[in-house]
């Protein structure tokens, strides 16, 4: 038998918003587990909390990172600042991982390596999030509104980097729609064109 299938429902589009800086980095997250949801000796696993029973893991866009196999030493400072991330707790939490090495677009005004989380909603408080993250700037909270979306992007461009100051050609801006629960992203230079082949269109 067919199973039926549903049409989802639609958010509405009049709802929440929060626009916040796009960092130009590498896509990282933290992962927090039970350690008894975890293998046994598992090669990928970073820290070990044996008071709280969690377990640890550094994760670049597309894999698991290890100090011995990371991505631009992401996995290296997850191990040295563990106890300080385990105040995150369990879960995924993501972020952008930035600065010397990484980009370009920064150079010399990002001066070490700083990851700043993408959840401004839990993280947005400096005290409640570890000492060693950042959190994405917010140019924006409010209802959807085209026209705060094109002002924060003006914003940027004209007056150049929140998250990097000094930094004359910010990368562009994400929008979290709140009752879609989706991410779009708008950038300063390039933004109509299509990623990869950019002289092909999309398919219909």
Not at 151 to 163: E, H, K, N, P, R
Not at 189 to 203: F, I, L
């Amino acid at each position: 038998m067919i199973a039926f299938k549903e049409f989802p429902k639609i958010p509405r589009l009049n709802r929440e918003i929060v626009v916040t800086e796009k960092i130009d980095g590498t896509n990282a997250a933290v992962r927090i587990e039970l350690a008894s949801d975890a293998a046994e000796h598992d090669p990928t696993e970073i820290a070990r909390d044996l008071s709280s029973g969690l377990v640890m893991f550094a994760q670049s866009r597309s894999k698991f990172v290890t100090p011995y196999d990371d991505n631009h030493g992401f996995a290296a400072w997850v191990k040295e600042n563990a106890t300080d991330l385990f105040r995150l707790g369990l879960g995924t939490h993501y972020g952008e991982w930035w600065g010397p090495g990484i980009n370009k677009r920064y150079g010399q005004l990002a001066k070490q390596k700083r990851f700043s989380l993408f959840n401004t909603s839990l993280w947005g408080d400096a005290a409640a999030r570890p000492a060693c993250c950042d959190v994405v700037p917010v140019l924006y909270k409010g209802a959807f509104s085209q026209t705060a979306i094109d002002s924060a992007l003006l914003d940027l461009a004209t007056g150049g980097s929140v998250a990097c100051p000094g930094c004359t050609k910010p990368e562009g801006i994400i929008v979290f729609h709140t009752a879609a629960n989706a991410l779009f992203k708008a950038t300063i230079e390039k933004d109509q064109e299509w990623k990869g082949n950019q002289a092909a269109s999309p398919k219909g």
